[in-house]
Each structure stands twice: as structure tokens, then as C-alpha cells.
């Protein structure tokens, strides 16, 4: 076997000497997983999780991490059964289990058996540190959160032009109040800089509150409604991906606000400093828009309501004065001149208040289906807009397929770890790559290296 394998690298028969051995890959994961289960196992590993996730089959997938180094780890459901607590990211765990080999990537990973609880974690520490400080100094206090505008003029939106959260959040706004105006500040939603962002965005929203807008440094301003109400919104995502939303700056901008803002920062069991310091959180961006305000159904079925009143109030009306008249007319006896007077002004009063109540709901019958089919027309054309804009953008990301490259000749090669190989400098002799071609993909080995 030795001298084949060193004639087929070119080389001669017996080069590579009579004691080494060829390896098959899966044979060397498989000792390399028997060696780590006779020198470690079992094995108790202490760190902070992160990337947890939880699959259909009730298999838990995360990993274990310190300031040197971390490990992925694999919880089966009969382990995860046994838990008696939520794990999540950022918590100080001990571990206890086996440490081996998963062959099909050739990653180490540790197979958790149980699981406890070492302590909060340095991230989520610090975050309990943040939220005792600014509780202290009031800035959670129920009594300074104010209730939500009835019906906004407008409503700014922060977060990322990139994230779906922005997307979840205009759709719903469009469904229920399309008639409202939307202006969006943008913001680095994660990352070290996230959080100085976060608080431009806030502060260009606040200029905005006086409802004159500068069109431009060579254009007059342009009146349009202030922004009475702010939504805060991110995506769900890890303890770190969220921490933007920890910062202390933010946390003061957000107090300072002069219209109420709601916070809808990741999912439902997410909470950050900026859901404190708001003045309503809520469990999702998407449900954040949708108590912004109420949907138009509901003015719709006000004005009906309003309207059903005044009818009835118009018909009470006149059988008051009905009612009077008949009472005048008793007490009168067998009326004289005047009587027939009274009765026949009364008539026309009667007549005159009920054309001018049905004049009055006739034009508000008017009115309402004016504005039904008004916003109607709007939905359509904006749905139509989106729709042309999809199909521009679906049609821009199938010119980015990458296998429209690989059909011109191209591969894309790659070591067994899956790191992408672009220059000569990462391989040697003797290595195993994978190319990847528009049909499929080939195991390949580096006979010799012939840098520029």
C-alpha cells in the first residue's frame, strides 16, 4: 500500500519508507476518538455557553467557551430531558460527559450526559451589574413611562436597513395603518459600535419631533407630522449578538426621549437594558408595530359606531319634542288659532331637524366610502411598487449564483476543515482538498506545490 500511494504522488516506489502507514480518514478519526476516550473520558468541563439551540428532536446543539479556547458540545434529548433549568447564552455551566470524534466533519466535540449550573456568566454578570446601577438611579421607574399616542401622526422606526425585523415591521405597519407615515433612522443593530449608532439614530429621531423636516442642505424645509411614537427593534439572536442593547448611553437616550418608545428586541424570552429604560416592550419587532397603533378596521367600525348614535340621538330628539307637543296640545283642551299655529311650526321644525339628520348621514356615508376607496387605491399601488421591486431584486440575486461560475470552469477549493483555499501558500504536498465543481464535487491531493 505504502509504495502505491508514493507512486501515484509521482514519486518512486519505497520513498516514503516501509514503516509509515496510509491512513483512511474515517480509521484515523476513529483512533484519535479511542485515544481521547482512554486518556480523558469521562471528562467535566467548566465555561460559558453560546450559540444554544434546541432542534425539533429535542437535541441540544451549543458550545462551551473560556478566554483560550472552545469546544463544541452535543446534549442528547434523553440528557436534556433531565435538565431542571433553561439553559442560555452567556450562563457559567459544569459539564459532565465523553469526549469524541464526530467523524462526519472530523470536529471534537463533547457528548453532554448532565449539566449544571457554575454560575451567570461573565456577559450576563455584567448585564445584572448595568441593570442594578441603573435601576438605582430610576430609570426603570413605572411612574416616568408614559402611555402610547391613540393615534400617531407618525412613527420612527430604529434598527438596521439589513435586518429582517425591519421588514416584519413596515409589513405590519402597512397592513393595519398604511395612511401613517414611517421615516426610518438607521442603525448598526450588533457590534462594538452598535451601540454609539443606536444612539445617533435615537437623537436625529428626537429632531424630528418638532414635525419640520430640512429637505436638504440646498432645499427648503418641508412640512410633514411629527413623529409622535418610536419603535426600537432588533431580531433575536445570542446574549453577545444582543448586547448593543445593554449600553449604558443607550439606556440614558432612551429616557430622554421626548414621545414614548417601545422596545421589541429579539424574541419573547429576551431581555435587555433597553426594555427596561422603554416605555413599552414588546416580545417581537413584529408585535411591536402592531401596538403601535390600532389597525384601520377598528376606525372603520367606530365611525359606524358614531354614526348608529347619531341616527338614534336625531330619532330621540324628535320624539321628545313629539311627545311635548302632544302633552301642549292636552292641556289646551279644544285649541283656539293659536293651537293650529303651534302645531303646524312644530310640524315644519319636526321636518326641517330630520332632512337635516339624514342630509348629514348621507354625507358622512359619502365621505366614509371616499376614504375606503382612497386607501384602497394607495394598498394597491404600494403592494404593486413592492412587488416590481422583489422581482428586481430576486432577478439581481440570481445573477450573484455562484455555480453560474462554476458552469464557466471554475472551482472552488477547499481543505478538510472547509476553509476556502485561494493561494498556493495553504497547501503542501500531500494534502487532501475538496473541489467543488457545477455538478458535484471532487476529493482531490496535492502532488507538489509550484508557487509564482
Not at 419587532?285 to 347619531?310: I, N
Request: glycine residues 10%; positive net charge.
Amino acid at each position: 500500500m505504502t509504495e502505491s500511494f508514493a507512486s501515484g504522488l509521482g514519486g518512486e516506489p519505497g520513498l516514503m519508507g516501509t514503516a509509515a502507514r496510509v491512513w483512511q480518514v474515517g480509521a484515523l478519526c476513529r483512533a484519535v476518538a479511542d485515544a481521547l476516550e482512554a486518556r480523558f473520558n469521562p471528562v467535566t468541563v467548566r465555561g460559558e455557553i453560546s450559540g444554544y439551540s434546541r432542534a425539533a428532536s429535542g437535541h441540544c446543539y451549543f458550545s462551551v467557551k473560556d478566554e483560550q479556547g472552545q469546544i463544541r458540545c452535543a446534549m442528547f434529548r434523553r440528557a436534556a430531558s433531565l435538565l431542571d433549568f433553561s439553559p442560555r447564552d452567556g450562563e457559567l455551566v459544569e459539564l459532565r460527559g465523553r469526549l469524541g470524534v464526530y467523524e462526519q466533519r472530523g470536529d471534537l466535540q463533547l457528548i453532554v450526559e448532565t449539566m449544571r449550573r457554575a454560575g451567570q456568566g461573565a456577559l450576563f454578570e455584567q448585564f445584572l451589574r448595568l441593570k442594578a446601577k441603573l435601576e438605582s438611579m430610576g430609570l426603570f421607574d413605572a411612574g416616568r413611562k408614559r402611555s402610547l399616542p391613540l393615534m400617531p401622526r407618525a412613527i420612527g422606526v430604529v434598527t438596521s436597513l439589513g435586518a429582517a425585523a425591519l421588514h416584519d415591521v413596515v409589513t405590519a405597519l402597512r397592513r393595519r395603518v398604511p395612511h401613517i407615515p414611517v421615516i426610518v433612522s438607521p442603525a448598526l443593530v450588533q457590534g462594538p459600535q452598535a451601540g454609539a449608532e443606536l444612539v445617533g439614530a435615537l437623537s436625529a429621531l428626537y429632531g424630528l419631533s418638532s414635525g419640520v423636516v430640512g429637505a436638504g442642505t440646498d432645499a427648503a424645509p418641508t412640512a410633514m407630522p411629527p413623529i409622535d411614537v418610536i419603535l426600537l427593534v432588533r431580531g433575536g439572536g445570542s446574549m453577545e449578538d444582543l448586547w448593543a442593547f445593554n449600553d449604558e448611553a443607550l439606556a440614558h437616550c432612551i429616557v430622554q426621549s421626548p414621545v414614548p418608545v417601545i422596545c421589541g428586541v429579539g424574541h419573547e424570552t429576551d431581555f435587555t437594558i433597553a426594555d427596561f429604560c422603554s416605555d413599552l416592550r414588546a416580545p417581537t419587532p413584529t408585535a411591536a408595530a402592531e401596538l403601535v397603533c390600532q389597525p384601520q378596521e377598528v376606525w372603520h367600525r367606530a365611525l359606524h359606531l358614531w354614526q348608529k348614535r347619531l341616527e338614534d340621538a336625531a330619532v330621540r330628539r324628535l320624539e321628545s319634542f313629539s311627545q311635548r307637543l302632544d302633552f301642549v296640545g292636552s292641556r289646551l283642551g279644544r285649541p283656539a288659532t293659536g293651537w293650529a299655529q303651534a302645531q303646524s311650526h312644530l310640524a315644519l321644525q319636526q321636518q326641517c331637524l330630520r332632512h337635516a339628520a339624514q342630509t348629514r348621514i348621507r354625507q358622512g356615508r359619502a365621505e366614509l366610502q371616499s376614504l375606503k376607496i382612497a386607501v384602497a387605491g394607495a394598498f394597491s399601488s404600494s403592494l404593486q411598487d413592492e412587488r416590481l421591486r422583489l422581482d428586481r431584486l430576486a432577478l439581481r440575486l440570481q445573477l450573484l449564483d455562484p455555480t453560474l461560475v462554476l458552469q464557466r470552469g471554475f472551482a472552488w477549493l477547499r481543505d478538510t476543515h472547509g476553509h476556502a483555499v485561494t493561494s498556493v501558500r495553504q497547501t503542501r504536498a500531500g494534502q487532501a482538498l475538496r473541489a467543488s465543481l457545477a455538478d458535484g464535487e471532487v476529493d482531490l491531493t496535492v502532488d507538489g506545490v509550484n508557487p509564482k
